[in-house]
């Protein structure tokens, strides 16, 4: 899965950039566990050696005519001794694996540095958010008095955090997903993927949900087989980067191959673990929420350039919406685990008087690559690299509703439906 000789590299540098996203490597554990693995090693090829001349010895003593019991019994004791020290050499490695899949990606050097959200850095905002003649409505108060968001029916099937839509709002829900979708395979060059719901493990590690974020997720306790045998559990996906990036999995493909561009539409599951009184309201927050996601796969002088066009194509779903935006920089206390670099668009949402995160765009660089040994190969070259992987909102479709149900609501309680939607509502520009 992964392999942790680039914690071998660099060792004191690696450290110095990650202090800037406020992670402690700790180098003493690492440099202890090395020396440790290189004394195995030794031993492991002195005794190998060992049991060799020992094994050439038992067939020259045959030739002879000698005893080669003795000989026998000392290359089964060198065997027993090396199988425990290879055993040990794994533990060791295994040590090490566990401290590299811990540690998060290295930020790139154009991010700003900073310890929380107060410190990103404003890009640019879109958009005028309009003034009222009346007072706004949030969106629960908006959704409800239409019909059209049902949260007790939610709580009432499922539980806290779950919602259930009807009628023209639900229609809305699914033309937002529709038009997102036609956008990005039509205009912007994607594949439309339709992947799985549930991953295995692999895959979670593969993008770096586990095992840092193994309490975010929901977990299935798996299947039984015909012979009545529980096999491994699977994992409800948290977002479709997780199927969408883990198809590049342990695949090498042509430089020519490259970029590869790819969306699905998907619910996404998360537990909200810690997250307890924040956005207990309507839909900012859910344990069940539906995305359209872009991930990208690209070789890596390409990757930053790509980061600004993938940001752009979910800038574009707003500016055709016409809802107003801000583009921000992440600081390096603020990205995510595996990110190394990250634009969040953020919606102005008038009920709040504040701007609310939409999507959010990263370039993970070659992270999820190695972890799931994901690569290109140059055209007249040999040895293949590492590709690199980006991913990010194309938009969060609930969100998007929020954003509308706000920005688009009349004074009577209706709500207009935005121009490029009425297509794909049969013509209807008033939700009444």
């Known amino acids: 899965m992964l392999d942790s000789k680039f914690l071998r590299q660099d060792i004191e540098q690696t450290a110095a950039r990650l202090a800037a996203r406020g992670f402690a490597l700790d180098t003493a554990a690492i440099t202890a566990l090395e020396e440790q693995r290189k004394v195995l090693q030794v031993k492991t090829q002195e005794l190998q050696s060992e049991r060799n001349s020992s094994s050439k010895a038992i067939g020259q003593a045959k030739a002879k005519g000698e005893d080669v019991q003795p000989l026998l019994d000392a290359v089964s004791d060198l065997g027993s001794q090396l199988d425990a020290v290879k055993a040990e050499q794994d533990a060791v490695l295994e040590q090490l694996k566990q401290i590299a899949l811990a540690i998060p990606n290295l930020p790139d050097e154009s991010v700003p540095a900073g310890e929380d959200e107060a410190q990103n850095v404003e890009i640019l905002t879109w958009g005028t958010p309009k003034k009222y003649a009346f007072e706004v409505k949030d969106h629960v108060d908006v959704g409800q008095d239409l019909n059209g968001l049902d949260f007790e029916m939610g709580v009432k099937i499922s539980g806290a955090r779950f919602t259930v839509m009807r009628g023209q709002i639900a229609r809305m829900h699914r033309a937002l997903t529709q038009f997102m979708l036609d956008t990005h395979t039509e205009q912007n060059g994607y594949t439309e993927m339709y992947v799985p719901y549930l991953v295995n493990s692999a895959s979670l590690y593969g993008t770096s949900q586990l095992p840092k974020f193994a309490g975010d997720l929901f977990h299935t306790l798996g299947l039984v087989n015909d012979d009545g045998e529980q096999q491994a559990g699977f994992s409800l996906i948290p977002t479709a980067e997780v199927p969408l990036t883990n198809s590049a999995r342990d695949e090498i ?12 539409h998907t619910p996404c599951f998360r537990s909200e673990a810690g997250s307890y009184g924040r956005d207990t309201r309507g839909l900012i927050r859910q344990h069940q929420f539906d995305k359209v996601e872009l991930v990208q796969l690209v070789k890596p002088e390409d990757s930053m350039q790509a980061l600004e066009e993938l940001t752009g194509h979910a800038e574009q779903i707003l500016q055709a919406l016409e809802l107003p935006y801000r583009k921000v920089i992440l600081c390096t206390g603020d990205m995510g685990f595996g990110a190394a670099k ?32 994901a690569r290109f190969r140059r055209q007249g070259e040999k040895k293949p690299e590492l590709l690199h992987t980006l991913n990010g909102s194309g938009l969060a479709v609930g969100r998007t509703l929020v954003a509308i149900l706000e920005n688009y609501q009349q004074a009577d309680g209706s709500v207009i439906v935005p121009e490029v939607l009425r297509p794909y509502m049969g013509g209807l520009a008033v939700i009444k």
Do not use: H
């Not at 493909?253 to 699905?264: G, H, K, M, Q, V």
């Not at 102005?348 to 799931?372: H, K, V």
């Open 253 to 264: 493909y042509d430089e020519n191959e490259l970029p590869i561009r790819l969306t699905a």
């Open 342 to 373: 990250t634009y969040d668009l953020e919606v102005w949402l008038p009920a709040q008087d504040t701007y609310r995160e939409i999507s959010s765009c990263s370039n993970m660089g070659d992270f999820q690559a190695r972890r799931m040994q």
